[in-house]
């Protein structure tokens, strides 16, 4: 997926290199033949609409099973859209009404029956725990979630600063995303005092 990624920004780059001007005709043929020359053979013309329907082929899903007791069950998924950001939308049933805490852990394990083994929030830049978009946050951080009286709860957001499946330090794959019983206050370190773990679920390349 990377490899094929590199090439389309290395297109980008000499599409950019003829828009400018900057080479004569002759450097723009040398340009076209190298790219004759690598393994994929895609005519120009399709190169923006190839790249779109790659972003969008990026998908991942988390079944959720419930832990530390609970009935909890729901889903996640996490679409990759062009704008760089990552489309995340969750469902849960059986919680208790109210707010409860949502992050990424950073194992994707959920063996333990308290999902303790998803150890802590994922945390790659090595930052302190908080709401997003605020100072600092964990790249895990993310909302709370909120469940009516029918002790179901759903949440659409656009994150940024996650992508999937590209083995970066941002990549979502193999963690965790974990429900807490309570609400997160987004101020106690390092996990928001947020409770028990309630549900548990590994971020799993769709398809
Ligand atoms: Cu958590
Ligand atoms: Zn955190």
Redesign the pocket.
């Known amino acids: 997926m990377m490899k094929t990624i590199n090439y389309f920004l290395f297109i980008g780059a000499a599409s950019m290199a003829f828009a400018c001007g900057s080479g004569t005709n002759n450097s723009g043929d040398d340009a076209t033949d190298s790219l004759e020359m690598t393994e994929n053979h895609m005519g120009n013309m399709d190169m923006e609409t190839t790249m779109t329907d790659t972003m969008n082929e990026m998908s991942a899903t988390a079944l959720l099973s419930a832990a530390s007791g609970s009935n909890v069950t729901g889903t996640a998924t996490f679409t990759q859209e062009a704008d760089g950001k990552v489309r995340l939308e969750l469902t849960v049933e059986n919680l208790t009404a109210g707010e409860h805490a949502i992050?990424l852990h950073e194992n994707g394990d959920c063996s333990a029956d308290d999902a303790s083994s998803a150890g802590g929030?994922w945390?790659p830049d090595g930052e302190d725990?908080?709401k997003r978009g605020e100072n600092e946050?964990?790249a895990?951080?993310i909302d709370n979630l909120t469940v009516g009286e029918d002790g179901k709860g759903n949440l659409e957001m656009m994150v940024e600063g996650w992508s999937i499946g590209d083995g970066q330090d941002s990549d979502i794959l193999n963690k965790a995303i974990i429900i807490h019983a309570d609400e997160d206050d987004f101020t106690s370190q390092?996990?928001?005092a947020a409770g028990s773990r309630v549900a548990c679920g590994v971020i799993q390349k769709a398809g």
């Open positions: 992050h929030h945390n725990h908080g946050y964990h895990g951080d390092p996990s928001g």
